[in-house]
């Protein structure tokens, strides 16, 4: 037996205002789970504490709280001392019970087809990564959306597709989608990271979805231009200064020794609107002792048609690029855009081997630079975080280069999954709660390593915001000065 201590929100909407916290200290056996805790406060402190739970097992979905912040089911979760249990994000019935019922209205049944057969093989397959949802809407609390706009929810979505495989079904789901909110989601992922049956919501049938409606001739406009400007120049956004491709030669050799070599994906941010964010990079990749080979014959990566269901001839963008690294004899390539990265990584089976700028630097080490007299915060890009896995490389990267870093709670900016194109409101919506959290930590500056949230973010704050390569180049430049003027 060990004791703990944790936190837990109280409410009863028939005698208090609003939620408030009380702290119990119990005793549980080596391995509780949170509901073993819940159980404890219940039985040996008080047994008005209102909580759900059923199968104990993880297959029901009924005890589903928030533990420190994040949706988990309380009977898989480990209890730890100090934890804070709350409930999910949705109207509170009482203490950790929510009402479930609005959502799972919203969550469709199948509508027998006439005289259907049973799936076929394939079709059971394709099924399968849907049917596991045991709909304790983890999800639904975690997204990002929800917070700004009517959108159904990630399960809901889910829902739709699943029953879009099933012959059995004569529903209209593609038109079902779209009325629950098809292009709202930023396909951040948050709803993969929380679900305890790991269903890829986003990638299975958000995108799916968006493919099926594009068929149908359904895409949002702004989404279609994007998608025809890819086709016509081989590029997402419109040049609007010379590009990074026409200021840099094939081969960039570093300053000094060679250290290793990277072949460098610029994105079509970096290369056609932001072009000084890759300058900057460069000129850390050469400090570092990091040949640099740039395929001029790249093009975009495909990633804002694949979010938006544009796929007809994202495979022809794949061969391109990959004919481009390959062909050069390139085994690590580089990029230094989040989505990019993402696409590269789980959208294609490349010969070579895909990092992030921050895995790069980190694996060879870099040359300490001087600290910025600043306070920086990071703000965690999607598809770096959630898509790639990468959280303490920035972090460590940073905390070389400035004075003080602090921590900002980390949640989409709104930028992704075509949302700040297709549906603008809810990404500024999202982006003013980046601001407001931006603001609380108190920071001069707001870092990340992604160009659409740098982009997104910079609209929506007056705080700088800058990239990482950018403020480990600044760090070098004060320590060239510094050298100098001791000399």
Not at 368 to 385: E, F, G, M
Not at 406 to 412: A, I, K, Y
């Amino acid at each position: 037996m060990r004791e703990i201590t944790l936190r837990v929100s109280r409410y009863d909407p028939a005698e208090d205002a609003e939620p408030h916290f009380e702290e119990y200290t119990v005793r549980v056996n080596e391995g509780a789970r949170v509901l073993h805790a819940l159980h404890a406060v219940h039985d040996d402190h008080d047994p008005t504490l209102a909580y759900r739970y059923c199968c104990g097992s993880g297959q029901c979905g009924s005890c589903a709280v928030q533990v420190d912040g994040t949706p988990v089911l309380a009977c898989m979760e480990g209890a730890r001392d100090g934890m804070t249990v709350e409930p999910l994000d949705l109207p509170v019935l009482k203490d950790l019970t929510v009402d479930m019922g609005p959502v799972i209205a919203k969550i469709a049944r199948i509508c027998p087809a006439p005289d259907a057969g049973l799936p076929a093989k394939e079709e059971i397959e394709a099924i399968k990564p849907l049917r596991d949802c045991i709909e304790c809407l983890c999800c639904v609390s975690a997204c990002p959306a929800l917070q700004v706009t009517e959108f159904a929810g990630p399960t809901v979505l889910r829902q739709e597709m699943r029953l879009a495989l099933d012959p059995r079904d004569s529903g209209d789901r593609i038109g079902d989608a779209i009325e629950k909110g098809l292009f709202y989601c930023t396909t951040c992922k948050r709803c993969l990271e929380v679900c305890p049956k790991e269903i890829d919501v986003p990638g299975k049938a958000i995108e799916k979805l968006r493919e099926l409606a594009n068929r149908r001739g359904l895409t949002l406009p702004r989404h279609q231009e994007v998608a025809k400007m890819v086709q016509e120049t081989g590029r997402s956004v419109e040049r609007t200064v010379p590009t990074f491709l026409e200021q840099v030669p094939e081969v960039i050799e570093p300053d000094g020794p060679v250290r290793g070599e990277v072949g460098f994906f610029v994105g079509c941010m970096f290369n056609g609107r932001v072009p000084q964010t890759a300058l900057d990079a460069m000129e850390v990749m050469k400090r570092n002792g990091i040949r640099v080979i740039v395929p001029h014959d790249q093009v975009c990566c495909g990633s804002p048609l694949i979010r938006t269901g544009q796929t007809s001839f994202v495979d022809d963008l794949k061969q391109k690029n990959i004919k481009a690294f390959a062909d050069r004899g390139i085994e690590t390539v580089m990029t230094i855009c989040a989505g990019c990265g993402a696409t590269l990584k789980n959208d294609y089976e490349t010969p070579f081997t895909v990092k992030d700028v921050t895995e790069v630097l980190t694996e060879y080490g870099i040359e300490p630079p001087a600290k910025l007299d600043i306070t920086a915060t990071y703000h965690d890009p999607c598809h770096l975080l959630r898509g790639q896995g990468i959280s303490e490389e920035p972090r460590a990267l940073l905390r070389e280069a400035v004075g003080e870093f602090v921590e900002m709670p980390s949640q989409c900016c709104g930028a992704g999954g075509g949302v700040r194109s297709g549906v603008p409101e809810e990404a500024k919506a999202l982006g003013a709660k980046r601001d407001a959290a931006v603001k609380a930590t108190g920071a001069d500056v707001v870092v990340t390593v992604c160009p659409f949230c740098e982009f997104h973010i910079a609209d929506c704050t007056d705080v700088p915001v800058k990239n990482l390569v950018t403020v480990l180049l600044e760090g070098y430049r004060k320590k060239d000065a510094e050298q100098k003027d001791s000399a």
